[in-house]
């Protein structure tokens, strides 16, 4: 049995668990590896810290791109971090040498994944990241292998762990936005600084990744729409619950339209809807498949572990292939022809002065766009005069809506902008 | 580009999906092909029935078997059915010819599996069959990629959709089994004999694969303890729902435990219990992964043909391993030691006479057989004096459980076996 000797950048909870399963000769993974399996070198912030794991034995590197310089070592794999910096330098290193790597940095391969691509190929060794999106969910494997015979038409998901426990914590416990953030922070859920996360760029990072892989086409985070959660308030939640609604923050792509990642309602009934705290689901239709959706833990040290260790076993067994599925010069730059988002129900929380006539100037700014409303929800007195006015419209343009919006912001009885969430089953709102 | 000449027995609705994207030249599969894909001869009952592709260009053999001595065919699909005659005998000459098979067969490879996996390794060509498992859902490539790395602890599902459906319109409709599996017939959801989906036979054949698959034992139908839904009555799902549970068939295999197929009460708040209609569900726990489910349509042409094109896929690209995922000479036959099944909560419905001293008689053999009573649900009076009597017990052993059943059975005041299902989650029920 050939040897593949790996060196291991980063060792943090995910690297300390991968280089756990490597250490354990009774692990899974040597069973199921076509290669014998050797952790030869590593690299982290510091050598001597404990980490659950004996570091004799093994060489110590302090600059992780020096594991890239070594003879001695056939794979890297890259649990740094950062779409830039060592993380980047080692994985441009690497494969530079002609040494095959597996990654799980969603921010370096959104970033620079098309160069990557190229390069690996340039070199004929495998890039691979299936640890880059929905952790435990082998949503990358899924297309390569299981789903490989379908045309995909369209890949939503919850890919974002830390706004899914913000948002289920909301619903279940009836606090506001920030209390929930907070909390979530004391408990180490988000980090101190949560702007990756609840502004909808990690959920991006993923979902660019998926299209590339998806529909053949570079990976490219200017494409996408993105809104996050920061908005999402208490009452949102409660009035999506009393619609038979709940509110998740979704990346949709969809075949020759804008990705997006935004929040929106999802029918309470919705297999998504199901998916709570920090867990993922990816949901995948095509032909002739139709629809799977897969759901798992998004993050961890052990799911996170289990897709980097099926990479490296992938790179024992030879069964990789192009990065992003196909070769990189066939994969498309940008969508080719953007169809327009088809009409979807919205619904509307607008901050307004508590005094009359400001309903009929709010109805007829969504009239004047087109806008036809299908039910006032609620009239909810605030503080000093101020009310919250929360309305659901039939299905719009998503143009029409963000027209109405920017003319609604504009009005002095309204405080802010309006937000508009997408309603998906439309279909099952009420008539008005 | 090297060519794979491929010979299709079948042409049922999932035999004629596969040669329908075999024969479109721009069919997402040729473009995923590391070879080029030629359909090159077919068989099936008629020659001339039309199935919504051309049959000029393709020769046609009136047996099957033939296929597999065509020197211009690599490779074998067949979409017959059946666990012997004319399937058997296709695919065990195929692999004696030394050509890949892809099948879809469940009961061949539930019956045959061991044998066909030895074969196919000492003529060094792949077996593959993930379509005889939950249609669409990719759940065999799950194991042997996505999930490669891990050491499986237990796989549940959702695996018989004909099952699945009558239970979701009995709990939709308040209708009894035998009115709802009548009109699954007369929709063609249920065969004019259903005795092989609704009494789990077709759930265990979908069970035994993906137990050896996942803890590298040979198949082995026997293993596998059954029990189907014909017993469920409108009443039970009616007294599950009052719980907080819905009852499905659930496949159970657990590692070092006796697999069983069974209709179960799952919490209405869980994933599975959200699986509705004819979709099929698996869900895979595992270390270092936690827990994976997938969910999708687990018959059905185009979902089966997914399933069967992408086995082709990987023959075309090379990416096949052994049978069930390790060699044939290693896989375990039988449970290495089969520990007890963990204690579970039932629920338990006894048909009884109506009058004084039955509940006492009832309490009494479950009191001498360690059982505690959780709660006492119903006692509706029935027709002619008789009643149906419901109750849930405290955690206990499915063999007390048994003994008890046995022993209320023998009652002058009970009619005919008491109905027990396991409740999954069984710290939810209440306390008494």
């Known amino acids: 049995m050939t040897e593949l000797r790996i060196g291991l950048a980063g060792l943090g ?11 354990n000769p009774s692990a899974e993974l040597h069973k199921a590896s076509a290669a014998k399996l050797v952790l030869r070198a590593v690299s982290a912030r510091s050598a001597t810290a404990e980490r659950g794991f004996d570091m004799a034995g093994l060489d110590f590197e302090a600059e992780a791109s020096s594991l890239a310089r070594r003879d001695d070592i056939d794979l890297v794999v890259e649990l740094i971090g950062g779409a830039d910096g060592p993380a980047e330098a ?5 494969l530079e040498a002609g040494k095959p790597v597996v990654t799980a940095n969603k921010a370096l391969i959104a970033r620079h994944g098309q160069r990557l691509a190229e390069l690996a190929e340039a070199r004929s060794v495998a890039l691979c990241f299936e640890a880059a999106v929905a952790g435990g969910i082998p949503a990358i494997k899924l297309l390569g292998t299981g789903l490989a015979a379908n045309q995909i038409s369209r890949i939503s998901g919850i890919l974002n762990g830390t706004c899914n426990y913000i948002l289920s914590e909301m619903a279940a416990t009836g606090r ?6 907070a909390e979530a922070q004391e408990k180490g859920y988000a980090e101190a600084d949560p702007s990756f996360d609840i502004d ?23 494409a996408i729409k993105i809104e996050g959660i920061r908005p999402i308030s208490a009452l949102d939640i409660q009035q999506a619950e009393k619609l038979g609604f709940v509110i998740r923050l979704l ?14 309602l999802l029918s309470a009934e919705s297999q998504l809807a199901k998916v709570s705290g920090a867990l993922n689901a990816v949901e995948f239709d095509g032909v002739p498949v139709e629809n799977i959706i897969c759901i798992g833990p998004g993050a961890g040290a052990g799911p996170t572990a289990s897709a980097v260790l099926a990479d490296i076993l992938d790179i024992a067994g030879g069964r990789t292939g192009p990065a992003f599925g196909r070769p990189a010069a066939q994969l ?3 969508v080719a022809s953007a169809a327009p988002q088809p009409p979807q129900a919205f619904y509307l929380r607008l901050e307004v002065a508590d005094r009359p006539g400001v309903l009929s100037e709010i109805t007829a700014i969504l009239r004047d766009n087109g806008i036809s409303v299908a039910a006032m929800l609620q009239q909810a007195a605030g503080e000093a005069g ?3 006015l929360v309305l659901t419209t039939h299905q719009t343009s998503g143009d029409a809506m963000q027209a109405a919006c920017d003319r609604l912001a504009g009005l002095d009885v309204c405080s802010g902008r309006p937000l508009a969430l997408a309603i998906l089953n439309g279909d099952m709102m009420g008539q008005g």
């Open 251 to 264: 990346g949709v792509a969809a075949r020759d339209q804008t990705p997006q990642v935004q929040p929106c």
């Open 200 to 222: 909808g760029i990690d959920a991006a990072h993923k979902l660019a990744i998926l299209a590339a892989m998806a529909f053949g086409r570079q990976v490219d985070m200017q």
């Open 90 to 94: 080692l994985v441009s290193a690497a």
């Open 13 to 23: 909870t995910v690297g300390a668990e991968v280089a756990r399963h490597l250490l």
């Open 176 to 181: 506001d936005f920030s209390a929930v953030l």
């Open 386 to 388: 101020r009310a919250s």
């Open 332 to 334: 498309q730059k940008g």
